[in-house]
């Protein structure tokens, strides 16, 4: 085998290697954004999907754990669906009655719990302009 060979071999290697780890990756992280109530009315269809939620903290359901450096708590949609989720982290700044949080992980129906692998919070409100006035 010549050396020009061998290179193209290697590079055709190389190139299926990084083809392969990049489509692994991008099909793991990608995932399904659905409301909760979507969710609890069809468990099965999302058993093995990552998701991602969003839903109003229900301020008085936070639990953290510091020594399992755990969070676990309650979000609800418009339609007053509810839904617990477990965080493996430390709970993030600004955890207080009517922030929207966004829950990207897995659901695990025997719970039924989300298994929340990253959180983050977002308050609109505090970035909202002044009203204005219909006159």
Request: charged letters at 20%.
């Amino acid at each position: 085998m010549s050396a020009r060979t061998r290179i193209y071999v290697i590079f055709a290697v190389v190139a299926t290697s990084i083809l392969i780890l990049v489509f692994t990756v991008a099909t793991a992280t990608s995932g399904v954004e659905l409301t909760i109530g979507d969710l609890l009315n069809n468990p099965s269809a999302y058993a093995s999907r990552y998701l991602t939620l969003e839903g109003m903290l229900i301020e008085d359901s936070v639990k953290w754990d510091a020594r399992l450096i755990k969070t676990e708590f309650r979000i609800v949609d418009e339609q007053q669906n509810e839904l617990r989720v477990v965080y493996d982290g430390v709970k993030p700044d600004g955890f207080y009655e009517g922030v929207s949080v966004i829950a990207s992980g897995r659901f695990d129906s025997t719970g039924p719990v989300f298994l929340a692998e990253k959180i983050q919070t977002r308050c609109p409100s505090k970035y909202e302009g002044p009203a204005q006035s219909s006159d």
